[in-house]
C-alpha cells in the first residue's frame, strides 16, 4: 500500500466568481456547486475509502487571511490537517509546494498537490487516475494530470505527451504550451496527444525539491529559509515573513514540469470542472429542459441557457438568453454568458476605485462568529453579530466611538470595565467611548445582537485589541 500526503493550495482569490467571490472569504470556501464548499469537497474527496492507497491527513498551505476559514471548515467536516501552513503573502505554486515539501521531507512521501477549487462529476474516477499516478511518483518521475478534453477550450494550457496516451499509466510529456487560440486548440483535439493543464501534480519530496534546488536555486533557498524560520501559533505554522518574503513568485509549471526531464502525464477523465467562471458553475451544476440553472429565491420565465444565483432577494428573469445574473447582499451581476472570463475586469476597476466590494461581504465572518453590517450613516452604524457557543471576542476599546448592544437571543457575558454582568433576550447595555470591554457568549446556543455603534470614526481599525484568544494584534 502507498502512502500519500495531500498537498492542498488554497490561497487563490477566485476573481471572475465576484461578487460572490471576494478577497476575504474566496471561492474556494463558498458552496458555489453545493451547501459544502469547494475545500470542504476537495478535502471529502480524500477521505474515501481505497484498498491500494492509504491518504494521510493532508497539509494545508493557506492565505494567513484565511487561517479561521480554513480552520473552521476543517472542524465542520471532522478533518485534522497534518499541519496548516500560513503564507503571509502569495508566492505562487512553486514556493508554496516547496515549504510543503519540506515539513515532510523527514518522511518524504508522494505527495499529491492539490488546488483546493475544483471538482469532478466521478471522485471515484479520480481515485482511481491518482494510483495509476502514485505508481510513476513512487519511482521518481514528476506526475502531473492531463486532463482529457471535451471541447477545444481557448481558457486552459495544454499538455503534450511525447508518445500516444494512454488511460492506464504515466506517459512522458514532450511540452508544456500556453493558451491556444480557437483554431490551435481545434488542432489539438484532433491530434490526440494534447490534453489541459490540470494544476493537479504527484511525485515524491525529495524529488521535487531536488528538481526545484537544480532549475531554481533562490526559490529553493528562500522557501527552505522560510520553512526553518516557521513558527508555531496556536494550530498554525507561520512562516518567516522575511525569508518568503525575498521568494521570487513562480508557478511550478514555469519553475519546475516545463524544466524537468522526468516530467511525466496521466490522462484523467473524471468529469473534471475548475469552476474558474460563471459559465464553469452553470456547467456543473443540473439544467432544466431549456439549459437554465436556478439557486436560491428565482423565477425564470422563456428564458434559455441562463444562470442566475440569489443569496437574499427574489431575483426574476424574464424572456432572456444566455445570461447570467448574481445577486448578493450588496452587489449584483448581469452578464452575457460568453463575456463571464471578463468580470475580473470588473474586480481590477473596483480594485483602482478603492473599493470595499472587492474584499468583503457585507457579512464578515470572524473566528468568534460574524457580523452584518445592516445600516450605516455619517455618525452611526448598525450591525447584526452572531456569537457562536464558547466564544468570546477580543477585550478591546475604542477611541471615536461608543456602542450599544441589544441582546436578540441567547445570553451575553459583557465586561466593562472592572463590572461583568449577564444580559438575556430584550436587554441591552452601554460601552462608552474608551472603555475596556468584551463580549462572549456563556451558553450553548448561538447569540445574536444588534450593535449601534455612534461617533466621529467608525472604522474597524479603531479597535485596540488588549487580549484575544485568537492570536490577533
Not at 33 to 52: G, P, V
Not at 66 to 79: E, K, N, P, Y
Not at 220 to 234: F, P, R
Not at 335 to 356: F, G, H
Amino acid at each position: 500500500m502507498m502512502n500519500i500526503t495531500p498537498v492542498i493550495l488554497s490561497g487563490g482569490s477566485g476573481s471572475r466568481l465576484w461578487p460572490l467571490s471576494r478577497a476575504l472569504r474566496p471561492k474556494q470556501f463558498l458552496g458555489v456547486t453545493e451547501d459544502r464548499s469547494l475545500f470542504q469537497l476537495t478535502l471529502s474527496r480524500l477521505k474515501m475509502d481505497s484498498k491500494d492507497l492509504f491518504i494521510d491527513a493532508p497539509v494545508i498551505v493557506a492565505n494567513d487571511d484565511h487561517r479561521f476559514l480554513v480552520a473552521q471548515q476543517c472542524l465542520d467536516i471532522a478533518v485534522k490537517p497534518k499541519s496548516l501552513i500560513l503564507e503571509p503573502i502569495g508566492r505562487n505554486t512553486a514556493p508554496a509546494i516547496a515549504v510543503a515539501a519540506f515539513s515532510l521531507l523527514e518522511e518524504d512521501p508522494i505527495l499529491l498537490v492539490l488546488p483546493s477549487d475544483h471538482i469532478f462529476a466521478n471522485d471515484q474516477a479520480f481515485l482511481e487516475t491518482v494510483k495509476i499516478g502514485a505508481q510513476a511518483a513512487k519511482m521518481s518521475g514528476l506526475v502531473t494530470f492531463g486532463i482529457v478534453p471535451t471541447a477545444p477550450e481557448t481558457g486552459y494550457g495544454y499538455v503534450k505527451s511525447s508518445v500516444p496516451l494512454d488511460p492506464t499509466k504515466a506517459v512522458p510529456v514532450e511540452k508544456f504550451v500556453e493558451k491556444p487560440n480557437l483554431e490551435t486548440a481545434k488542432q489539438y483535439i484532433q491530434e490526440g496527444s494534447y490534453t489541459w493543464n490540470s494544476g493537479m501534480f504527484m511525485f515524491k519530496a525529495s524529488v521535487f525539491l531536488t528538481e526545484l534546488k537544480k532549475f531554481q536555486p533562490d526559490i529553493y533557498d528562500a522557501a527552505k529559509n522560510a520553512w526553518e524560520g516557521a513558527k508555531k501559533d496556536l494550530d498554525f505554522i507561520r512562516l518567516d515573513l522575511e525569508s518568503f518574503g525575498k521568494c521570487r513568485s513562480d508557478s511550478i509549471d514555469y519553475a519546475v514540469m516545463e524544466k524537468t526531464s522526468n516530467a511525466l502525464v496521466v490522462p484523467l477523465d473524471a468529469g473534471w470542472n475548475d469552476v474558474g467562471s460563471w459559465s464553469s458553475v452553470w456547467q456543473a451544476l443540473p439544467q432544466d429542459e431549456k439549459g437554465n440553472v436556478q439557486r436560491g429565491n428565482t423565477l425564470m420565465m422563456d428564458c434559455s441557457n441562463s444562470f442566475v444565483h440569489a443569496d437574499h432577494r427574489f431575483v426574476a428573469l424574464l424572456g432572456v438568453d444566455n445570461i447570467v445574473v448574481v445577486e448578493t447582499s450588496d452587489a449584483i451581476l448581469v452578464a452575457n454568458k460568453d463575456k463571464v472570463q471578463d468580470v475580473k475586469k470588473i474586480v481590477e476597476e473596483l480594485k483602482a476605485k478603492k473599493s470595499s466590494l472587492t474584499e468583503l461581504h457585507r457579512e464578515v465572518h470572524r473566528p468568534w462568529g460574524a457580523y452584518d453590517s445592516i445600516d450605516h450613516g455619517q455618525r452611526y452604524q448598525v450591525k447584526r453579530i452572531t456569537v457562536k457557543p464558547g466564544a468570546r471576542l477580543s477585550v478591546q476599546m475604542h477611541h471615536h466611538r461608543a456602542e450599544h448592544w441589544i441582546v436578540v437571543s441567547g445570553t451575553a457575558k459583557v465586561l466593562i470595565g472592572e463590572t461583568e454582568q449577564l444580559i438575556s433576550e430584550n436587554q441591552s447595555v452601554y460601552i462608552p467611548i474608551g472603555a475596556v470591554h468584551c463580549l462572549e457568549n456563556p451558553g450553548k446556543l448561538p447569540l445574536e445582537l444588534i450593535e449601534v455603534q455612534s461617533g466621529s470614526y467608525l472604522g474597524e481599525d479603531d479597535i485596540v485589541r488588549l487580549e484575544d484568544r485568537y492570536g490577533r494584534g
